[in-house]
């Protein structure tokens, strides 16, 4: 079954404690981006990549790192978390470059919530 | 660059009755436009696209949309609503040539009443 994967889907932690999100899709896709959703500000791009070792920032990318070391993998890493960063948390992919409409597949999802 | 406007950000309907969710865009080229619908507690899924050819464009469960190029509009219909269709739903834009990266729209949030 064609998926987008992400571990873990809740995850409450503390400030300052380093924590990984990871993504992982079976389809191929050369285009991975993460997206963050808070009430009433909708999806907000945190960074892309539009392929293996090439990633960009989104447009909130303060407070995050990720690498692209694999075309199937793209982790969203929180070096030193903050409560502002409590937020549902969403990857997703797409076809690259050639075949690609913008037609994202997404993830289910993943709830952090940092005290 | 492209934006996208969702004008409701909330719409409460009764169940039975049609419904109409509004999205606008700005672009300086060609797009392909999106809407997608987020079910509590799940991600996104595409709900329908239109990308060329009949402007009036069918999606699942029952919706459609409609491709205005003179108004930049893309609004989403149905006849009649469930209960089931309670959900949040993006409109969402990217450019036809180029980069491919889409632009979401700040979501709007159908709630079906009994």
């Known amino acids: 079954e064609a998926q987008v994967t992400q571990n873990p889907r809740y995850l409450i932690t503390v400030t300052g404690k380093k924590l990984t999100v990871t993504c992982s899709q079976n389809?191929?896709?050369?285009?991975m981006s993460w997206y963050r959703q808070d009430p009433g500000l909708g999806l907000r791009q945190i960074y892309y990549?539009?392929?293996?070792?090439?990633?960009d920032k989104g447009d909130v990318p303060e407070g995050y790192k990720v690498s692209r070391k694999e075309k199937r993998n793209f982790p969203l890493i929180l070096e030193s978390p903050s409560p502002n960063q409590t937020s549902l948390y969403f990857c997703?992919?797409?076809f690259g470059q050639g075949v690609n409409t913008g037609e994202l597949f997404f993830g289910e999802g993943s709830r952090l919530t940092v005290l | 660059a492209q934006s996208v406007t969702q004008l409701d950000s909330q719409v409460p309907v009764f169940e039975e009755a049609p419904v109409e969710l509004r999205c606008n865009y700005s672009?300086?080229?060609?797009?392909?436009l999106f809407w997608y619908v987020q079910y509590p507690n799940q991600g996104l899924q595409l709900l329908l696209k239109?990308?060329?050819?009949?402007?009036l464009v069918k999606g699942i469960n029952g919706f459609e949309a409609e491709f205005n190029k003179s108004q930049t509009s893309f609004h989403l219909r149905k006849p009649s609503v469930h209960i089931s269709d309670t959900a949040e739903y993006f409109c969402?834009?990217?450019?036809?040539?180029?980069?491919?990266?889409?632009?979401f729209g700040r979501g709007t949030s159908l709630i079906v009443h009994p």
């Open positions: 997703a992919s797409s």
């Open positions: 389809m191929n896709h050369e285009y």
């Open positions: 990549s539009m392929n293996v070792e090439v990633t």
């Open positions: 672009s300086s080229v060609s797009v392909y």
């Open positions: 239109y990308l060329s050819g009949s402007t």
């Open positions: 969402a834009v990217s450019p036809s040539g180029g980069s491919y990266i889409p632009t």
